[in-house]
């Protein structure tokens, strides 16, 4: 569902295109791609990211690319067939469903793939960290969101406790393989 959408909105079938683009930790200039939820047919605007069935019926065609709902199940067969990708979006329909950041961190330590990573759809400010350390190259703020605040969340944190998609040694074993 669009992030501009309410629960008791019905989903507006529209291409969503977001003004504001965290890409490798800096604002972009510009966010070429839109988003489109219709599942039956093709948006005109392109390039798009597209639900994953429509995208799989028409993976010929070089501007579109496949939208993971955030119930999406990673197997095999799936992951190979969107490995070629040159990017792949996450839907978070809320910004309380997590469940985006686990297929990210599955797409990149599991099945190895090294393009754009986009998180869409309810995504705050106050995620952008996180989704960047499981794997998120690129974030489309929803439009309440202020860039200057979402760049400055990503350079909160000097120190991070746990090991993530870059960072694979948490800092108590850094500081044990120091001292030895």
């Known amino acids: 569902m669009p992030s501009n959408a309410t629960a008791g909105d019905a989903p507006s079938m529209a291409p969503v295109h977001v003004d504001h683009l965290i890409a490798d930790g800096e604002l972009a200039a510009e966010n070429a791609w839109c988003v489109s939820y219709d599942a039956e047919a093709l948006p005109e605007r392109r390039p798009a990211f597209v639900p994953l069935a429509l995208w799989e019926a028409n993976q010929e065609d070089t501007e579109l690319a496949p939208l993971l709902p955030s119930d999406c199940e990673l197997t095999a067969e799936l992951v190979k067939s969107i490995s070629a990708a040159p ?83 948490a800092l108590f074993e850094k500081r044990l393989n120091a001292d030895s």
């Open 87 to 169: 990017a792949i979006a996450i839907d978070f329909p809320a910004f309380t469903d997590g469940r985006g950041y686990s297929i990210a961190r599955l797409l990149r330590e599991r099945f190895g793939y090294r393009g754009e990573i986009r998180a869409v759809g309810d995504v705050l400010v106050d995620q952008l960290n996180y989704m960047q350390r499981c794997g998120f190259n690129a974030m489309a703020l929803r439009d309440d969101q202020h860039p200057d605040d979402a760049l400055r969340a990503l350079n909160a944190f000097s120190v991070r406790y746990q090991p993530d998609v870059e960072e694979r040694q």
